[in-house]
């Protein structure tokens, strides 16, 4: 059974940056795609950033593209969100997701697995 397990969220200011890591359970992560999702109140859950199983490729939403950057360390079982430049509407509960297959399955919200997500407040 693959766990995630999201750290790293907070209360930060408008303009701040903050830091959010994924790891994740089991002995193959470097076979799976990653990516980070968030939902705010009363929305849908959206899509924020995928990485491919070897770091290579990654695909950012319009939204946080140049602000936030996804990466991973497969000797760590870790992905990682670096959040900069943070406004107040990026404040949400940040999921990641992960599968076998392609970056593109992650991003388009089928991952197999799920964390339990993390609060992302900024402040304005």
């Known amino acids: 059974q693959v766990q995630l397990v999201e750290s790293g969220g907070g209360l930060v200011q408008a303009g701040g940056s903050l830091r959010l890591s994924c790891a994740v359970s089991?002995?193959?992560?470097?076979?799976?795609?990653m990516g980070w999702f968030r939902q705010a109140p009363g929305k849908e859950r959206e899509f924020v950033a995928a990485i491919s199983s070897s770091g290579v490729t990654t695909y950012y939403a319009d939204s946080v593209k140049g602000r936030f950057t996804i990466s991973r360390d497969n000797a760590k079982n870790t992905v990682y969100l670096q959040m900069n430049s943070l406004k107040p509407e990026d404040t949400a509960v940040y999921y990641c997701a992960a599968d076998t297959r392609t970056w593109r399955t992650v991003a388009a919200g089928s991952g197999a697995y799920w964390g339990q997500g993390t609060q992302v407040t900024v402040s304005s």
């Open positions: 089991g002995r193959t992560f470097n076979r799976y795609a």
